[in-house]
């Protein structure tokens, strides 16, 4: 099943009709337009351009506002009642994007399409006037999709000064500045607890580069693995150098949880095959602290045979330290993601189907998710939906849970979003 952001007219133009006497012209209603399936987009939508100096006015950005009937307010509160209502900051969303062809839900396609092909520029100046277009409730939508941009680009001064517009507007509380990961550092018996979950890319480092700051400042850190899934080749190198500076520098680093991500890092890597080195330092790195003397040589000789080079030494380890404290981490066995979602396949949720009755994807640690990928997240889901299995797409921001609806994912999985 592939998906096209792009809309078709459900019904053909009539055909010319004969010339005959003039007659006063009927008001041609244009058809309701309807997602249908077509060939997937191939290159990014061009960038919009948008003249900085106009001002904006109280119509500014609406499509079709006055033909278009606007939604009542019991329309965007959620219920418990069911899945069908629409999308807020509820903790159940459940978007219909076929009736939801005014002139708001238009808009929000087009807010949420320009993000995830990385054009936040044009997607903050709609969303902008958006919030001024679409006074009191009406607007609450673009104000969520505004202030989850606003976090995703990390502009906390704008965000703040904004949290007062919209208290003021929709005579509610705003939602409160969540930029801090889960994997954020906090106290803990003296060392900082810090976890590291889902798939690290380049795009989405920002928690390798807080372990960094930690490490540099001589921070006694203890780091649960216990739901990393993997990392690309540049975080590998740059989790490597950081292990191997804290151990030079004397700075206690405990890693916890490690035995999966141990085992699939070590799969990944064949002897003979001369990519991924940053990954081999990785591994070698994580055998010197929690593998044996042995298991370390074996895979250091496969190093020097592969790359040519002298791999690192065995280094004897220090007396051992009491036992770490124990903290009470909320695990659960969700499938967690983490940073950027680029040309995602999403191979590896086949096992993660298999293996639950009911697979839980947290997204909470996702800032954006691309159009290709949401396309080919359900594809992958949409089989085990035929087969009458539920599963749980848990904590996506207000933009990537807009784009799941726009993409049909509503209908394939069950997608609770965060009360904001």
């Known amino acids: 099943m592939v998906f096209s952001f792009f809309k078709k007219q459900s019904q053909k133009m009539p055909e010319r009709q004969a010339a005959r006497p003039r007659a006063p012209k009927p008001e041609v209603v244009p058809p309701k337009p309807m997602i249908e399936e077509a060939e997937p987009l191939s290159t990014p939508l061009p960038d919009l351009e948008f003249n900085a100096g106009v001002q904006s006015s109280p119509t500014a950005g609406k499509s079709a506002v006055a033909e278009a009937p606007k939604p009542a307010l019991a329309d965007l509160e959620f219920t418990n009642d069911g899945f069908d209502d629409d999308f807020t900051e509820s903790s159940v969303m459940g978007i219909d994007v076929e009736h939801g062809g005014d002139a708001i839900q238009s808009d929000i396609e087009h807010v949420v399409v320009l993000f995830a092909n990385g054009q936040d520029a044009a997607a903050r100046t709609l969303l902008e006037n958006f919030v001024r277009a679409y006074p009191g409730v009406e607007g609450k939508r673009f104000w969520f999709l505004l202030f989850d941009l606003l976090q995703a680009v990390?502009?906390?001064?704008?965000?703040?000064?904004?949290?007062?517009?919209?208290?003021?507007?929709?005579?509610?509380?705003?939602?409160?500045?969540?930029?801090?990961?889960?994997?954020?550092?906090?106290?803990?018996?003296?060392?900082?607890?810090?976890?590291?979950?889902?798939?690290?890319?380049?795009?989405?480092?920002?928690?390798?580069?807080?372990?960094?700051?930690?490490?540099?400042?001589?921070?006694?850190?203890?780091?649960?693995?216990?739901?990393?899934?993997?990392?690309?080749?540049?975080?590998?190198?740059?989790?490597?150098?950081?292990?191997s500076t804290a151990r030079r520098k004397g700075v206690a680093v405990t890693l916890t949880s490690i035995d999966g991500f141990l085992a699939r890092l070590n799969e990944r890597l064949v002897a003979g095959e001369m990519t991924r080195a940053t990954t081999w330092l990785l591994l070698l790195e994580l055998l010197q602290r929690h593998g044996t003397q042995e298991a370390f040589e074996e895979r250091a000789v496969d190093y020097a045979v592969t790359f040519e080079l002298s791999p690192p030494s065995w280094e004897a380890k220090p007396a051992k330290r009491a036992a770490a404290p124990q903290y009470d981490l909320p695990h659960d066995d969700a499938y967690y993601f983490s940073g950027e979602l680029k040309n995602c396949r999403f191979d590896d949720l086949v096992k993660e189907f298999e293996v639950h009755e009911l697979p839980v994807l947290d997204f909470s640690g996702v800032v954006r998710m691309d159009f290709f990928s949401a396309g080919q997240l359900v594809n992958r889901i949409a089989p085990y939906k035929a087969k009458g299995r539920e599963i749980v797409i848990r904590s996506p921001n207000h933009l990537i849970a807009e784009l799941m609806a726009v993409v049909g994912l509503n209908k394939q999985a069950r997608i609770i979003v965060p009360k904001s």
């Open 154 to 243: 990390g502009d906390r001064a704008t965000f703040e000064k904004l949290a007062v517009a919209f208290a003021e507007a929709c005579e509610t509380s705003p939602p409160a500045w969540r930029r801090e990961q889960p994997a954020a550092a906090k106290k803990a018996n003296g060392e900082k607890l810090f976890i590291l979950q889902g798939v690290l890319t380049a795009e989405g480092a920002q928690p390798v580069t807080e372990l960094a700051n930690l490490i540099a400042q001589k921070i006694a850190v203890n780091v649960d693995c216990g739901k990393l899934i993997g990392c690309d080749d540049d975080v590998a190198g740059q989790l490597a150098e950081l292990l």
